[in-house]
């Protein structure tokens, strides 16, 4: 299997599993933030998808020409759930977790801890097999439950979780469907 982690064109490894974006930090303490370019690199989106995110309010601004790592886990969210949900809806979710994108006053969760939860969420169930509602809603709740204290409001929080890893699950679902149909296209 050629495992991705979630929003990104790295393979999966083991440091991925408890926390993703500790193999993206680094590159960023670094260097100060990512070049537009280094950061279709790392999500696969052409420029202008993310410069139009940006002008649309879904991602914050830039300050010079580098972005920082609240933008970055911003729009490996969005990439994450885009194959399955309308950008709009995707932009609501977040404003629903989230509120303001420009402001951090409102935040239920850190986008690091939220991004790093999706991705342990994602993992375990890939490696269960299992995503189905029931499990993929315990998952939910027991990584909620252990992260509580960096948490502002669990069941809204709950909610939202449910509703992304089952989007990014849907995507990949849509992306496997679209493998076997162009196959079946080329035979023809």
């Avoid at 670094?30 to 995110?53: R, V």
């Avoid at 252990?146 to 979780?161: F, G, P, Q, V």
């Amino acid at each position: 299997m050629n495992r991705l982690i979630p929003g990104t064109t790295m393979k999966y490894s083991e440091q991925a599993r408890e926390s993703a974006f500790s193999l993206i930090s680094p590159v960023l303490e670094a260097t100060g933030g990512l070049t537009l370019s280094q950061l279709s690199k790392l999500t696969g989106l052409e420029g202008t998808t993310i410069q139009n995110w940006i002008k649309r309010g879904w991602v914050s601004a830039t300050k010079g020409k580098k972005y920082s790592e609240k933008q970055i886990l911003r729009i490996l969210l969005i990439n994450m759930l885009r194959k399955a949900m309308k950008l709009e809806d995707i932009a609501n979710l977040m404003r629903y977790i989230n509120g303001d994108v420009e402001d951090t006053s409102d935040d239920i969760i850190e986008e690091v801890l939220l991004y790093d939860i999706l991705c342990r969420i994602i993992f375990t169930a890939e490696d269960e097999g299992a995503f189905d509602s029931d499990h993929i809603k315990e998952l939910v709740a027991r990584e909620v439950a252990e992260n509580s204290k960096e948490i502002e409001d669990d069941d809204k929080l709950r909610k939202a979780m449910f509703v992304m890893v089952m989007g990014y699950r849907s995507g990949c679902l849509r992306t496997e469907m679209e493998k076997g149909l162009d196959i079946i296209l080329n035979e023809m």
